[in-house]
């Protein structure tokens, strides 16, 4: 850890991270770059902070497919066994070896299951006309539930922003600025956009290591609207808690920048939140952003090139680092 000792002092210090200043949190970053926090919890069983519903809304739609299959074949294995002990009280099954009748027994679970009911095959008595009964109310549950959680997959607000993988250290004005860039990927369009940057440093004091949190000021924190890329400015001056920070000096404090994002989305009708963060290993120094915008051939509207939001060549900057 550093002590620092070209630290501005003018730099503002920001205690409204919800972040804590004690030392035992310095393992790795705060933020993951997807947003989520860099955090392990530990101390309590796992069925007390099992939150299931947040849990499907949240996983990767892949996940969650593969759930929703996995959860089809193992609940009509189970009917499907027990169908196999009422064997001869289904009627109109033509099976002859026992691996034909569980298979017959298995696509009957899953008629019965999704209500749709062929008909060749109808249970008999009390028994297995009681399981099909039981099987249908668990399948009719079991699709609203997730009708349920698919809208609420589909509808969930999220702001559709995408971040340079990198930041950088670029000539601004007649000095030096810290640099990010971010896109929206999609068509929700974002209105009232505010972002917030935040440098977290470790540092030693008194013998002891801790958090600090400090203010970035941003040239242009907010925009009414924001359709095509933005980069987003931090002029290193008197104000910045980067001033006269040399890149040995960022790399030994562990520096993370933390970006806060929020803005509200015509498309949703809703407040949307973004998080992402830069560590001192993704910083760039003596660099520029290309463009990543052109007119079109007819020259009567723009293209934005997505796939050049990283893209960025060497530039001169005043600051030694």
Known sequence: MALLKNFNRKAKIENETGLGTNSALSGGRFFKKGGQPNLQIRGMHFWERLNIYHSLLSMPFWKFLVLILGFF???????????????????????????????????????????????????????????????????????????????????????????????????????????????????????????????????????????????????????????????????????????????????????????FVQGYDESFSSTVFSRSSYTYEEFVYGAKFTLMYNSNENNTSTVLHLDMLDDYTPAEITEKY
């Open 73 to 259: 074949m193992a609940i009509n294995l189970v009917f499907a066994c027990i169908y196999l002990a009422f064997i001869d009280h289904l009627g109109g099954m033509v099976a002859t070896t026992p691996l034909e009748k569980f298979g017959e027994a298995f696509f009957f679970s899953a008629q019965t299951f999704t209500t749709v009911g062929y008909g060749r095959i109808n249970p008999i008595g009390f028994g297995a006309s009681l399981t099909a009964s039981l099987e249908a109310l668990t399948g009719l549950m079991t699709f609203a539930l997730m009708t349920g959680l698919l809208y609420g997959r589909f509808a969930r607000p999220r702001a559709y922003i995408r971040y340079s993988k990198n930041a950088i250290f670029a000539p601004f004005k007649d000095g030096t600025a810290f640099m990010f860039r971010m896109v929206p990927y999609t068509k929700n369009y974002l209105m009232n956009v505010e972002v917030r940057m935040t440098l977290a440093i470790r540092v030693t004091e008194d013998g002891q290591t801790k958090n600090k949190f400090f203010n970035m000021p941003l040239d242009l924190a907010k925009a009414t609207t924001m359709t095509a890329n933005w980069t987003l400015v931090h002029p290193i001056n008197e104000e910045s808690p980067m001033y006269h920070l040399s890149k040995e000096d960022l790399m030994n404090a562990q520096a993370e920048v933390l970006i």
